[in-house]
């Protein structure tokens, strides 16, 4: 995606979780944004294999 | 105060026989913050009265010869997400700054149970969403070693403390670093235990399932005094494990010979700074001498853990924050506001994928684990930048700092095993530098007996700054 449909993207995200951020705040995060979006596309890309997302935090 | 505070298992060994008295370490304590505070901007909140009154009570059950506990008449400080009752707990941020909890933390009941005394609330990154510790609200906290320098963060106010004689110990909380990394850069000893090893009832969260409680002191005898008091079980935090709390110290046999020691190379040790390579390797040859058994080895899967990682803390942290960044967002610093924003691009599948990860990566330190006793590691690939450095040459490339500095540790937090930073040596330009000894989930014990018989033969953890 292109830097302003990314800027898009968020204001639609923020919008929808109920969060009425200015404009300037918006723009400012545009930097990080790129790295975020990217960030998350290598998540999707990476293979879990039969994991089970079920973490047992306590570990014992 | 001319002479270093002792550590906290000396100073409560002199308490007890009555070589010096709460009272006096109290006052000296308070001395030092007035001194220094102003530049290195370690403390939020000096609760000076409520601590002599503390002390001068633990100097009356001194002289009257009264059972004393384990931490009686040690000053402590507390990173100020911990809630304390009656006392402000701000979390560094605007938005709580007149907050007052009816209750302490459990960590803290432990603490004063066993005879500490609260010296005050320490500054952190705000919210604890950083490693720099930056807080434009009570000011940044300063490195006491070179105060243009970052303390690190984001128990940033709790290494500072202790490394500026201020505190004896404090308290930190860890989410990708927060223990590790202030240690690092101070020149401290800070412990990360277990997930479940001790309670996060009373203690603001970042990330739920990354956040973890633990001490940061001169050596790693302090810190098994402290993690004695505070591990156990706690119904309060549903988290916490039922396993007995062993006695941490009795650990501390100075004996690693036989151990199995394993220096985590490639995405551990590239990109980082000659000098903190150089001195993490020295000191693997060093617990090599002392008759461990050292390899290399390597974890493949570390490398998807800052992805996921996002994916985790980002959810869990816009969660919990939701409320104030509907109502109150102009009230956050900038860098923390944005971070907690960019969680919205987060979906709900990508926090599955995260967890699905931190299960496969938890599964292949714990598979290693069955070969090794304990691995080590740089705490972070660098010394401490400077203030308002955000991208610096380190390993040989630039590098955007705040990533540099989570590295390293972040993948700890992500599967939930015990790390110790522990003082391995100085950069040419006199800064700290931190190696990191990670060990099997729940065996505390191990990690603290290497950092010790590491510390007994070495003596960068005594070196204290020059006054700042």
Redo the contacts between chains.
């Keep these: 995606m292109t830097p302003a449909a990314d800027l898009e993207l968020l204001r639609t995200l923020a919008r929808r979780h109920g969060f009425t951020w200015s404009e300037a705040m918006l723009q400012a995060l545009a930097p990080q944004l790129e790295w975020a979006l990217e960030a998350l596309a290598a998540l999707e890309r990476i293979d879990p294999g039969p994991e089970d997302p079920a973490v047992q935090y306590r570990l014992e | 105060m001319a002479e270093p505070l002792p550590g906290v298992v000396d100073l409560a060994r002199m308490i007890a026989t009555k070589e010096v008295s709460p009272v006096e370490i109290t006052r000296r304590c308070l001395e030092r913050i007035t001194a220094h505070d102003g530049t290195l901007r370690a403390f939020i909140t000096v609760a000076g009265d409520a601590a002599l009154e503390q002390a001068r009570r633990a100097e009356a059950e001194v002289v009257a010869g009264r059972p004393l506990g384990p931490l009686h008449g040690v000053p402590v400080g507390l990173k100020d997400l911990f809630e304390t009752r009656g006392l402000r707990t701000t979390a560094g941020s605007r938005i709580l700054a007149d907050f007052v909890p009816d209750r302490d933390a459990t960590v803290v009941a432990r603490l004063r149970a066993a005879g500490a005394i609260v010296l005050g609330k320490l500054n952190l990154h705000e919210f604890a969403y950083g490693p720099e510790g930056v807080n434009v609200h009570y000011g940044t906290t300063r490195n006491p070693w070179d105060v243009s320098r970052l303390a690190g963060g984001s128990s940033s106010g709790s290494a500072v403390a202790v490394a500026a004689d201020m505190v004896a110990a404090a308290l930190g909380s860890d989410t990708g670093g927060s223990i590790r990394i202030p240690a690092a850069f101070c020149g401290l000893t800070g412990l990360k235990p277990?997930?479940?090893r001790v309670s996060r009832a009373g203690v603001l969260p970042l990330a739920w399932?990354m956040d973890h409680v633990g001490p940061m002191a001169r050596t790693a005898a302090d810190c098994a005094r402290l993690l004695t008091v505070l591990a156990g079980p706690d119904p309060a935090d549903p988290?916490?494990?039922p396993?007995p709390v062993p006695d941490y110290e009795a650990a501390l046999t100075g004996d690693i010979r036989g151990l199995r020691v394993g220096l985590l190379e490639g995405f551990f040790l590239d990109g980082t700074d000659p000098p903190v390579r150089a001195a993490v390797e020295d000191a693997a040859r060093m617990l090599a001498a002392l008759g461990a058994v050292v390899d290399r080895v390597t974890l493949a899967a570390v490398p998807?853990v800052?992805?996921?990682a996002?994916?985790i803390v980002?959810s869990e942290a816009l969660a919990y924050h939701?409320g104030w960044?509907?109502t109150r967002?102009e009230d956050y610093q900038?860098d923390v506001?944005?971070?907690l924003?960019?969680g919205?691009?987060?979906?709900g599948a990508?926090y599955?994928?995260?967890?699905?990860?931190?299960?496969?990566v938890?599964a292949e330190v714990d598979q290693v684990l069955t070969r090794f006793d304990v691995l080590l590691a740089p705490t972070t690939p660098c010394a401490a930048p400077r203030v308002g450095e955000r991208e610096a040459v380190i390993g040989g490339r630039p590098t955007d700092v705040r990533s540099a500095l989570l590295r390293l540790t972040r993948p700890f937090n992500f599967t939930?095993h015990p790390a110790c930073s522990v003082p391995c040596g100085f950069t040419g330009n006199g800064l700290p530098v931190g190696l990191q000894i990670v060990g099997r989930?729940?065996d505390e014990a191990t990690v603290l007996r290497v950092a010790d018989a590491y510390q007994r033969g070495s003596d960068w953890h005594r070196r204290r700054p020059r006054q700042p």
């Design positions: 277990t997930y479940g399932t988290t916490t494990s396993r998807d800052a992805a996921a996002f994916a980002g939701a960044l509907r967002p900038p506001r944005e971070r924003q960019l919205v691009v987060i979906g990508h599955v994928r995260g967890q699905q990860v931190r299960g496969r938890r939930g989930a729940f």
